[in-house]
């Protein structure tokens, strides 16, 4: 369980499991959103990045279906800053319209796989980016 | 980073975002803490002076994309102006690189008291910056009609870097910036600079996070170089561009429909932004004076690119009518609640407030909550009881003409309403004082003559 391994007290319906891989793309499993019930707006979490302070990213959040197909979700922008080394923080994500169908029309249950790709200037994927992420969890804002 | 370092980075950015639970999980505020920062303070700031009234002629940003050979002509020669003049004199605050500071300064290298993203102040002192740099950038041209051009990149005609900042692509250019990772004909990705999640937000607190987040932080990552770190994005002209376009995207926002206001809250209305003006005076201008762009800042913007995008259109509101008021209690009949209930599926919803009963004995701020145990706790705007912020302003400081109490006032409760009507028949409302003044804290049962759920009618 993430939560004791990372000795870090969640409740159980916080839950996540997450899979965090140190490299270009981290594969995130949360449990499946729920439909949000409009205005609300279904937001992903990121929990506890850690990346270096240096390295400005768009943050390209897909979900994996069992076949392989990506289903874009949204995407979170950092600004680089002079100084230091590390950085780690939560980074919340507003998903977008379209993913937001997608779940409302899916209603997907259990875990869905997330994948994070991190893309720097001029879109080039950061393919040796040196980041983590400890979990993710969906909720409705 | 040590344990002990990467803990105080933290600590940094939750205090830094703590003043404004809306931005708590913020994209851009993640990479804001004020860690090794090194950026010099703007200059003597002695003797300020209040912004007055700009009585200029109001004149058009437009677009970069259309503007003509003469407008590029006095673009660049205004940049090269500014760029002399930091070569000429560095301290001059009119010159390019000392502007750039202004924003370096603000990002966290000034400490995260001058920190302006992550936050509410993160559009109003974006406006008054690019207000203060444009007046010196036709200053310097002797030209009082110049106006900044705006990238509007949610265009999709428009993905690519306006041409005016690359051609010609070299240092001769004074709109060219050697550190960009997009060249000419790269476009900007299809995921980046999309602000329809932002433009469909209800109120203030959720639209400035969300515009501040993927659509603006994603074009200054895609432009990349100086553009994708804070303390030097300034450098490059496009900043202020792009800016533009964010500040445009606000303005659109506010147009679209009455109900998108900004805050009403007097601490945010009167908190002051610092600039040095085109004569290097150092000019104090309050977040409610940039407002309205057009009436005090003396600019429009030429188009309106919210055509392209889908967005709610209130024509009209429903009135919830089975609401009875006895003693300050709101009783909700069944079908009072169904009628809710409904308009929780697709509708925007307001609470109206009429004559709320406050102290008239001092300005303040109060979180308006229905439930008293978080009124007690005052959990503040993420609570799901948090219904919305009252305002006293008092006329005067020694209270000789009274105090300006609301005499009704709407919040916009859509998200909450859930909360608000499965709890009970019958709602309490409950404030809490906001205030540095003596009855800080306490928490009191607000008193009212009425209040009114009224539905949003969309076209």
């Not at chain 2, 200029?56 to 760029?83: D, G, H, N």
């Not at chain 2, 706790?377 to 400081?397: C, F, K, Q």
Request: net charge positive; charged share 25%; glycine share 8%.
């Amino acid at each position: 369980m993430i939560s004791r391994r990372m000795g870090r007290a969640f409740p159980a319906a916080m839950l996540v499991i997450a899979v965090s891989l140190t490299g270009k793309e981290i594969d995130v499993t949360a449990d499946a959103p729920r439909v949000c019930v409009a205005p609300q707006v279904l937001r992903l979490t990121l929990l506890d990045i850690d990346m270096p302070r240096s390295q400005a990213a768009n943050i390209r959040i897909y979900a994996i279906l069992d076949d392989g197909t990506e289903v874009y979700a949204g995407l979170a922008s950092v600004l680089a800053q002079d100084g230091g080394s590390r950085r780690t923080g939560n980074l919340a994500v507003t998903s977008v319209e379209s993913f937001r169908k997608w779940i409302a029309e899916k209603k997907p249950t259990g875990k869905l796989p997330l994948r994070l790709r991190p893309f720097g200037g001029a879109s080039k994927p950061l393919t040796s980016l040196d980041w983590k992420v400890r979990a993710a969890e969906w909720s409705c804002r | 980073m040590s344990s002990k370092e990467r803990e105080e980075s933290r600590r940094e950015f939750i205090g830094q975002i703590g003043a404004n639970a809306a931005a708590l999980l913020f994209p851009v505020a993640f990479a804001g803490n004020s860690y090794g920062q090194s950026c010099a303070p703007p200059g003597n700031t002695s003797n300020p002076i209040a912004w007055t009234r700009d009585c200029r002629s109001i004149q058009p940003r437009r677009p970069a994309s259309t503007l003509t050979s003469s407008e590029i002509t006095r673009l660049k020669a205004a940049y090269k102006a500014m760029r002399d003049l930091s070569a000429s004199d560095a301290t001059d605050p009119r010159g390019f690189f000392h502007q750039a500071n202004i924003h370096c300064h603000n990002c966290g290298g000034g400490g995260s008291s001058t920190q302006v993203h992550g936050g509410l102040r993160f559009l109003p002192w974006h406006r008054a910056y690019l207000y203060f740099h444009e007046k010196i950038l036709g200053n310097l041209i002797g030209d009082v009609n110049f106006r900044l051009p705006y990238w509007d990149w949610e265009n999709p005609a428009h993905r690519k870097i306006p041409n005016a900042y690359y051609s010609p692509n070299g240092a001769a250019n004074s709109l060219w910036n050697g550190t960009r990772s997009m060249a000419p004909a790269d476009d900007l990705d299809a995921t980046s600079g999309q602000p329809a999640t932002a433009l469909a937000e209800t109120n203030f607190n959720d639209f400035s996070p969300e515009l501040e987040g993927a659509p603006h932080g994603s074009v200054h990552v895609d432009v990349g170089g100086d553009m994708s770190t804070f303390n030097n994005a300034a450098k490059d002209p496009l900043f202020y561009a792009h800016h533009s376009n964010v500040d445009k995207i606000w303005s659109d926002w506010m147009a679209v429909d009455p109900t998108h206001t900004a805050p009403a809250s007097a601490a945010w209305q009167s908190q002051i932004q610092g600039f040095f003006d085109e004569n290097k005076k150092w000019r104090t201008i309050r977040n409610i004076d940039v407002v309205n762009h057009e009436a005090n800042l003396r600019y429009r913007y030429a188009g309106r690119s919210l055509e392209l995008i889908p967005i709610r259109c209130i024509i009209g509101w429903d009135l919830v009518s089975s609401v009875t008021i006895l003693d300050s209690r709101i009783r909700l009949g069944e079908a009072a609640k169904a009628t809710l209930r409904g308009a929780m599926e697709k509708r925007q919803t307001h609470m109206r407030i009429i004559a709320p009963k406050l102290p008239s004995n001092k300005s303040a701020n109060y979180f308006v909550y229905h439930d008293e145990g978080d009124a007690k706790a005052n959990r503040g705007p993420d609570s799901s009881s948090y219904v919305g912020m009252l305002t006293v302003v008092m006329m005067d400081s020694e209270g000789r003409h009274g105090a300006s109490i609301p005499k009704q006032a709407d919040f916009e409760v859509s998200r909450r309403l859930k909360a608000m009507i499965d709890k009970s028949n019958e709602i309490d409302l409950f404030y809490v004082d906001r205030s540095d003044k003596p009855g800080a804290g306490r928490v009191s049962k607000l008193a009212f003559r009425s209040v009114q759920f009224r539905i949003g009618k969309e076209a």
